[in-house]
């Protein structure tokens, strides 16, 4: 059984599809990279997962569990926003730990 599965997810912003039809499980203790050009639904979508953007259909399963009705804080899911606002000089261990001083 898959810990996380995209069901079906479709998403659209002003009548422009940003995806449709996702569908994909993910095993408990697995990785999984996103990849594709800029502004084809990635951030988006990881979003949608998160509860941060609304989805116009579809399910999104976290162990059995449909999150889509459930809000962002109700869901148990963390994310790390891309930001080019990050110390380069630094390792990605003291970017994280630099915001916890």
Known sequence: MSFVSIQNLEKTYAGSPVFKDINFDIGRG???????PSGCGKSTLLRCIA????VDSG????DGNDLVPQSPQKRGIGMVF???A???NMT????VAFGLR
Do not use: D, H, R
Not at 30 to 36: A, H
Not at 51 to 54: A, D, S
Not at 59 to 62: G, M, P, Y
Not at 92 to 95: D, F, L, M, P
């Open 82 to 84: 891309q930001s080019y």
């Open 92 to 95: 990605v261990a003291q970017n």
């Open 51 to 54: 509860g941060l953007t609304p």
């Open 59 to 62: 399910k999104i399963l976290l």
């Open 30 to 36: 697995e990785f999984i990279t996103l990849l594709g």
């Open 86 to 88: 990050l110390f380069p």
